[in-house]
């Protein structure tokens, strides 16, 4: 199993992994220590400036992406790279597959929005607060995500058949997404916030950006350590990622097999919704039909999978196109049908 890692992840040079990580601590770093190194309201220039540089470091290392496969630096385990005819196809391909990757971890990642307006409405938590629990959250994420795509590489590098059992996941998952698009999660029968108020002390109120206080205990007068409704929120948006990411992940391996494009994607298609998360989180109630399209692109991406069984290949760029014609599609339908809804009521969101 070391074997197979390092061949996975040594496909890339060493180099470029660290420059990758790299750039990743530098932009949360930038986002911390410079424009969230004491609490506040995120306002929405500054919300706007920070998603729109996110998502264009995103699009831009698309030109790095094409870069490296062009000069060979990568030995590639997917086949559509691999087998490119000439140094350019290789990394035209590779170029039109991180975006396709890209889009789609984005757009799969928009849902998680509406999950996390929901945590953090439930325990009423400031908007001046709610960038610690996202910042920590990414941290998870970036290794979840790492964990989650090596295991996935990993098996479809020894079982190629693992593939069809992902596309046929995806293919039920979409089917499912549809079907449930207007259910609504239940945040107080979670069953995770069922286990943590029955293992540990929960404050009833937000202690600024803490997540654990001491106060006494209600029965003693002992002062013992308390769990804030922050750190709640935290552990709830982290199973809500590593249930996203149960979908995510098989969609960019459905996409392609290489681990520096999977991993890369994934990362910065995260790191830009979060960013977006302030912007988007007071309208997300505009983009209801974005869930039917997300649907349809999980059918999409797990049935290519199998259609290409009987067709052959499918252009990447063919891919990205429908992929974004579809989402596309419903941001519009959505943006139109609620264009005479009444704003959002106020909530903890707006607080």
């Given at each position: 199993?070391?074997?197979?890692?390092?061949?996975?992840?040594?496909?890339?040079?060493?180099?470029?992994?660290?420059?990758?990580?790299?750039?990743?601590?530098?932009?949360?770093?930038?986002?911390?220590?410079?424009?969230?190194?004491?609490?506040?309201?995120?306002?929405?220039?500054?919300?706007?400036?920070?998603?729109?540089?996110?998502?264009?470091?995103?699009?831009?290392?698309?030109?790095?992406?094409?870069?490296?496969?062009?000069?060979?630096?990568?030995?590639?385990?997917?086949?559509?790279?691999?087998?490119?005819?000439?140094?350019?196809?290789?990394?035209?391909?590779?170029?039109?597959?991180?975006?396709?990757?890209?889009?789609?971890?984005?757009?799969?990642?928009?849902?998680?929005?509406?999950?996390?307006?929901?945590?953090?409405?439930?325990?009423?938590?400031?908007?001046?607060?709610?960038?610690?629990?996202?910042?920590?959250g990414i941290l998870g994420v970036i290794i979840l995500r790492a964990i989650m795509i090596g295991l996935g590489?990993?098996?479809?590098?020894?079982?190629?058949?693992?593939?069809?059992?992902?596309?046929?996941?995806?293919?039920?998952?979409?089917?499912k997404m549809f079907i449930m698009a207007d259910q609504e999660p239940d945040i107080a029968n979670n069953p995770?916030?069922?286990?943590?108020?029955?293992?540990?002390?929960?404050?009833?109120?937000?202690?600024?950006?803490?997540?654990?206080?001491?106060?006494?205990?209600?029965?003693?007068?002992?002062?013992?350590?308390?769990?804030?409704?922050?750190?709640?929120?935290?552990?709830?948006?982290?199973?809500?990622?590593?249930?996203?990411?149960?979908?995510?992940?098989?969609?960019?391996?459905?996409?392609?097999?290489?681990?520096?494009?999977?991993?890369?994607?994934?990362?910065?298609?995260?790191?830009?919704?979060?960013?977006?998360?302030?912007?988007?989180?007071?309208?997300?109630?505009?983009?209801?039909?974005?869930?039917?399209?997300?649907?349809?692109?999980?059918?999409?991406?797990?049935?290519?999978?199998?259609?290409?069984?009987?067709?052959?290949?499918?252009?990447?760029?063919?891919?990205?196109?429908?992929?974004?014609?579809?989402?596309?599609?419903?941001?519009?339908?959505?943006?139109?049908?609620?264009?005479?809804d009444p704003p959002a009521a106020k909530t903890a969101l707006a607080e």
């Amino acid at each position: 199993m070391v074997e197979i890692f390092s061949s996975l992840f040594m496909g890339m040079p060493i180099w470029v992994w660290l420059a990758f990580l790299a750039i990743v601590i530098t932009i949360l770093a930038i986002d911390l220590g410079l424009l969230h190194g004491e609490a506040h309201e995120p306002t929405l220039k500054e919300s706007t400036i920070l998603a729109g540089a996110c998502m264009t470091l995103g699009v831009a290392f698309s030109a790095v992406v094409w870069w490296l496969y062009y000069n060979g630096f990568a030995t590639s385990l997917d086949d559509d790279i691999a087998n490119a005819a000439s140094d350019s196809a290789r990394a035209w391909t590779a170029w039109e597959l991180y975006l396709t990757g890209w889009v789609v971890e984005q757009t799969l990642a928009f849902d998680n929005v509406f999950v996390m307006a929901m945590i953090f409405s439930y325990f009423a938590i400031p908007r001046k607060y709610q960038h610690r629990v996202l910042f920590y959250g990414i941290l998870g994420v970036i290794i979840l995500r790492a964990i989650m795509i090596g295991l996935g590489a990993a098996l479809i590098h020894q079982f190629e058949w693992i593939l069809y059992i992902f596309a046929a996941f995806l293919v039920f998952t979409g089917i499912k997404m549809f079907i449930m698009a207007d259910q609504e999660p239940d945040i107080a029968n979670n069953p995770i916030l069922k286990y943590m108020r029955r293992h540990m002390r929960i404050t009833d109120k937000v202690h600024g950006e803490k997540f654990f206080v001491h106060e006494p205990d209600p029965k003693t007068g002992k002062i013992v350590r308390w769990a804030t409704p922050l750190f709640v929120a935290l552990v709830l948006i982290e199973f809500a990622d590593l249930i996203f990411a149960v979908d995510s992940v098989p969609a960019i391996f459905a996409i392609t097999q290489d681990p520096f494009i999977v991993y890369t994607s994934n990362i910065f298609a995260i790191l830009g919704l979060r960013s977006l998360y302030f912007v988007l989180a007071a309208m997300v109630h505009r983009f209801h039909y974005l869930k039917y399209a997300l649907s349809l692109v999980l059918v999409y991406v797990g049935g290519k999978v199998f259609v290409q069984q009987f067709i052959g290949k499918i252009d990447p760029a063919i891919s990205l196109t429908v992929t974004i014609a579809i989402l596309l599609g419903g941001i519009l339908l959505s943006l139109w049908k609620t264009r005479n809804d009444p704003p959002a009521a106020k909530t903890a969101l707006a607080e």
